[in-house]
T-cell receptor, first 114, second 114 residues
């Protein structure tokens, strides 16, 4: 069975500093994808970044990068140069193959301190 | 290009009433999903549809039915609402764009069952 674990229920980071949000996953399938989403207090779900299990390089998208360690089954999100607007809930999610269901971790609450 | 749209945005029901949540996407995605998010928690998959004409149960399907009306539309029906179904409901669709797997969410429906 698939499972996503996010062990940090809450994190604090100083503005302009970098922060890493942890995500570990459990699957026996060789082909899968990993997603990160941001949910601000307004409630919408915002797609941030995607990493495929066969991708050779770590995904990057602006200030977001994904530290993908396949052997350890971890897919940590790194946010560089944190901004006040980064304060939100962050969810890690996984899908085994295309067209399969996507499951989510419990989320990490990030607070950026001025 | 509206992305994923959901109606209604808010709804209050009495126990035992029925209602249908509507979802539509204009990105030509094959896969569509319904999630619920309870306060302070992550998203739990209710049902998903890998393609037009197919639906599958997720983690918490009891008390819900779905219809994949066509490629664009995926509705969620509560036949006899219960207070335990008070939640925020998100519809999502997913597909590959520019080589990247993406999942986009609607704005959510905030449902209260009294």
């Amino acid at each position: 069975a698939q499972k996503i674990t996010q062990t940090q229920p809450g994190m604090f980071v100083q503005e302009k500093e970098a922060v890493t949000l942890d995500c570990t996953y459990d699957t026996s399938d060789p082909s899968y994808g990993l997603f990160w989403y941001k949910q601000p207090s307004s409630g919408e779900m915002i797609f941030l970044i995607y990493q495929g299990s066969y991708d050779q390089q770590n995904a990057t998208e602006g200030r977001y990068s994904l530290n993908f360690q396949k052997a350890r089954k971890s897919a940590n999100l790194v946010i560089s140069a944190s901004q006040l607007g980064d304060s939100a809930m962050y969810f890690c999610a996984m899908r085994r193959t295309s067209y399969d269901k996507v499951i989510f971790g419990p989320g990490t609450s990030l607070s950026v301190i001025p | 290009n509206a992305g994923v749209t959901q109606t209604p945005k808010f709804q209050v029901l009495k126990t035992g009433q029925s209602m249908t949540l509507q979802c539509a996407q204009d990105m030509n995605h094959n896969s569509m999903y319904w999630y619920r998010q309870d306060p302070g928690m992550g998203l739990r998959l209710i049902y998903y549809s890998a393609s037009e004409g197919t639906t599958d149960k997720g983690e918490v399907p009891n008390g819900y039915n779905v219809s994949r009306l066509n490629k664009r539309e995926f509705s969620l029906r509560l036949e006899s609402a219960a207070p335990s179904q008070t939640s925020v409901y998100f519809c999502a669709s997913s597909g590959v764009a520019m080589g990247t797997d993406t999942q986009y969410f609607g704005p959510g429906t905030r449902l209260t069952v009294l």
